[in-house]
């Protein structure tokens, strides 16, 4: 679930979402642990982990990243 697609319109829903993402993260790497999972996957996963939670500090903090001009 991208950052964009919860509503935080209710105090618990922000902390609902980010109980997921904490769940979603250490059921990966126990499955990585296990193997289960390739490392590439495992990769792959918290990857896009770390980008839902950048893109979610971002938009509570209202910061957005400056186009850097060459």
Known sequence: MKADEICLRSPGAF???AD???ANVWH???KFEAGEVSPREAHEILRQEKKALSAM???LS???RARVRK
């Open 57 to 59: 500090g971002r938009r």
């Open 20 to 22: 997921e993402r904490r």
């Open 28 to 30: 990966t790497i126990e």
């Open 62 to 64: 209202g910061l957005k």
């Open 15 to 17: 902390h609902k979402w």
